[in-house]
């Protein structure tokens, strides 16, 4: 059952590259925290390690139920919901994410480290959309979906402390929230949520 939440989160990866609508990047990445839901639910099940269960509870709340609901509201404020002119193209997003994804399986063939594929192939597509688009929100999905690399590599590493898993949370969660604010006031002084626009702002 794992490989298969596994499988899915590479897919929707795949498909984020390349989608120039915002809704559909919030719909990809609320599928991906789901999925990493599901396996430390399933890794917490089987193992019957609580360590895995806060994990589980905090990706819920957190990346499954308030990170989306804020994108949201984040989205409806902004007038232009579609990336219009990317830097990256969907044909080179899909490629280099493909490419990326390879190579990922190539590196992580010679490891021991579970979910290593799949950590690694989310940390690029969120580099990607972070470099390859160039509107805030876009941009914000982006280190959200690094964020969920991460979060999967965690998984796979030695346990964490409740205190410190509590602590990555809530200090990812006022960083995203910061950073909602930000791109609010950005929309609101310039009507647009294009960062192109910021290079040209003068003292």
Request: proline share 1%; with cysteine; net charge positive.
């Amino acid at each position: 059952m794992t490989d298969f939440f596994l499988a899915v989160i590479l897919i929707s990866a795949i498909l984020m590259s390349g989608v120039r609508r915002v809704k559909l990047l919030i719909s990809g990445y609320t599928v991906q925290a789901f999925c990493i839901f599901a396996i430390s639910f399933l890794t917490a099940f089987r193992t019957n390690d609580k360590h895995y269960y806060v994990i589980a509870i905090m990706t819920l709340l957190a990346k499954v139920i308030i990170v989306p609901l804020i994108l949201t509201h984040s989205l409806r404020k902004i007038k232009t919901r579609i990336e219009l002119t990317p830097i990256l193209n969907s044909f080179w997003s899909y490629t280099l994410t493909i490419i990326s994804i390879a190579l990922a399986s190539y590196v992580s063939s010679a490891s021991n480290i579970l979910y290593i594929k799949e950590a690694i192939s989310l940390s690029i597509v969120g580099s990607l959309l972070l470099i390859g688009r160039r509107k805030a929100l876009s941009q914000m999905i982006g280190f959200l979906v690094i964020e969920n690399g991460l979060m999967l590599f965690e998984l796979s590493l030695i346990k964490l402390s409740f205190l410190i898993e509590f602590a990555i949370v809530v200090e990812a969660i006022i960083l995203f929230i910061i950073m909602a604010i930000v791109i609010g006031n950005i929309n609101a002084a310039f009507d647009t949520t294009n960062t192109d626009y910021l290079s040209d702002l003068k003292e």
